[in-house]
């Protein structure tokens, strides 16, 4: 029932997962390099072509989303509710700070940017990215699905932009052969823990809502609860694991990208232990 749950909503996993992430890589490298360049002035301009991986990750979110609504030109008619609906209100953000990504990362293609105009995009991005991924938790604060209706929905998109933003911009930063500064470094690994403490309240305070939501509706989701522990077990492995491996990289480039892809996969599986939960009102008293 949990992957069957999941697999129905691939779309929205997919662009809970990929835009926030992505988003969140894109103000990372931004700062980074606005608040602390580097001398190398050829590995800087290879870190900032290298904002397409970033870039294609948040756009690859953008397109699953329009899966989901059946018709990109559905989007205009959602933002009807703007300022009263939380759906509106999370598509309204998610296109501006989508737009403002792609902006930053034509214009890295194109020409270096000053250390004042990094700095610039990067705390512009930084605020879209936290507006974007909380709005995009409160669009799940649905009365009507219990499980989903609880603080957890944003504790879960804020650890995973915390966790796996700055891990895709690490990596990032490696392949081009960038060379952080140690207090770069250290920003970016401070995050990513605060990320991963984020996603490991997330999956234990959604587990209890979720238990109690089957407690109150007659064991609906009784046969999901055991597949959840198996996938949130597994996403503490591949996160826990996949941040050990970019922690202790030493700026290695295979460890930083192998630790990154466990992460991605890892939250993961974070999503779909949260749509795989999905339980309506409705079907709880059937």
């Not at 941040?243 to 779909?272: E, I």
């Amino acid at each position: 029932m949990l992957f069957q749950n999941a697999s129905a909503e691939i779309a929205l996993l997919l662009f809970t997962l990929l835009v926030p992430v992505g988003l969140m890589a894109l103000a990372a490298m931004a700062c980074i390099r606005g608040f602390f360049p580097a001398a190398d002035e050829a590995a800087a301009r290879k870190a900032d072509r290298l904002t397409t991986l970033p870039a294609v990750v948040m756009l690859v979110g953008l397109v699953c989303s329009f899966f989901h609504l059946g018709s990109a030109g559905h989007v205009f008619s959602m933002l009807g509710g703007l300022g009263t609906s939380p759906l509106s209100n999370e598509i309204a953000v998610a296109a501006v700070a989508i737009a403002v990504g792609a902006v930053y990362w034509i214009i890295c293609l194109v020409k270096p940017l000053a250390a004042g105009a990094q700095k610039g995009f990067g705390i512009a991005l930084l605020i879209l990215a936290l507006v974007c991924t909380v709005f995009t938790g409160l669009a799940y604060a649905i009365p009507t699905i219990p499980t989903w209706d609880s603080p957890f929905s944003c504790v879960g998109q804020l650890g995973l932009a915390l966790l796996g933003g700055p891990a895709l911009a690490a990596a990032s930063f490696a392949i081009a052969g960038y060379k952080l500064d140690q207090k770069a470094a250290l920003m970016l690994k401070a995050c990513g823990a605060v990320g991963l403490a984020l996603v490991a309240i997330d999956l234990v305070g959604q587990a209890g809502v979720s238990a109690a939501a089957v407690s109150s509706s007659g064991a609906m989701l009784g046969a999901a609860m055991g597949d959840y522990t198996m996938v949130a077990t597994a996403c503490i492995i591949l996160c826990g694991g996949g941040y050990a491996l970019w922690a202790c990289s030493k700026g290695n480039r295979a460890l930083v990208c192998v630790g990154m892809v466990c992460l991605l996969v890892g939250l993961a599986l974070m999503r779909v232990d949260f749509y795989g939960t999905f339980l309506s009102a409705g079907l709880a008293y059937l």
